[in-house]
């Protein structure tokens, strides 16, 4: 019942932004931790960002000062500012929820991200 539905991807030039929106509805009112996994051709899934709901995140290295995530909790809502993308960022993007800790219970379809050089 409940989903997570990710938009703002597209194809961007290196250097360029993008911001990624996930929108989620059902019956959970509140989320512990949200955030954005990705995962390029050929290489294993990578949580990029995530957001507890007090505030605290964690970034992955190599998106850190470029990077920012952002929560609304009143709409159950999480977003990740992506700027000075490179070519290595393409992937597809996916936000996900967990209720409890990190244990990310709810996925989004994903939302495809595409830098070219």
């Known amino acids: 019942q409940v989903q997570l539905v990710e938009s703002g991807g597209g194809l961007v030039q290196a250097g360029g932004s993008l911001r990624l929106s996930c929108a989620t509805s059902?019956?959970?009112?509140?989320?512990?931790?949200m955030g954005w996994y990705r995962q390029a051709p050929g290489k294993q899934r990578e949580l990029v960002a995530d957001m507890s709901r007090g505030g605290s995140a964690n970034y992955l290295d190599s998106v850190k000062g470029r990077f920012t995530i952002s929560r609304d909790n009143a709409k159950n809502t999480v977003y990740l500012q992506m700027n000075s993308l490179k070519p290595e960022d393409t992937a597809v993007y996916y936000c996900n929820a967990a209720t409890v800790g990190r244990i990310y219970e709810y996925w989004g379809q994903g939302t495809q991200v595409t830098v070219s050089s």
């Open positions: 059902g019956n959970i009112f509140s989320f512990n931790v």
